[in-house]
């Protein structure tokens, strides 16, 4: 959900809000069953969704640094891949975090997704960016 703050009397957002997604790592030789203490979290802004949903036939990147702005900046970094498969009958989502200190470690994790698991994501999406940029709360207050 979005942060509000107080300027001269009215109500500005400071902060929009974002969708996490968390992925995890499948469990070898068992179906569908995942390793969630390995998990993954990337969270996406509104923009960021718009370009998941406009741009995944062709396949996108998006770059994050947690740390931006502070003194672990660079530490962590994650990136998010969403490209169709070969196939064409869906779409992989691939997460990569890089941990830099005095080694550098990289974990991926690959997740994929069928048009129909898409179409529902491409809803959930559509229905949580009003609530994102805080429209509910004016409609409500108005």
Known sequence: M?????????WVIEREGKIQLEFA?????QTRVYD???KQIFHLSVTELGEIMTSAERGLDLFHDPGMKSNTQGFVT???S?????DKKGYFFTIQSTKRGDDVSKERIFVQVSHAEF????SIFNYSIP?????NEIV???
């Open 2 to 10: 979005p942060t509000w703050q107080e300027r001269a009397g009215d």
């Open 25 to 29: 790592p499948s469990v070898p030789n």
């Open 36 to 38: 969630w203490s390995k």
């Open 78 to 80: 994650k990136t998010l």
């Open 82 to 86: 969403v490209s169709p498969t070969a």
């Open 119 to 122: 179409a529902v994501m491409k």
């Open 131 to 135: 609530y994102l940029l805080g429209f």
């Open 140 to 142: 409500q207050a108005g």
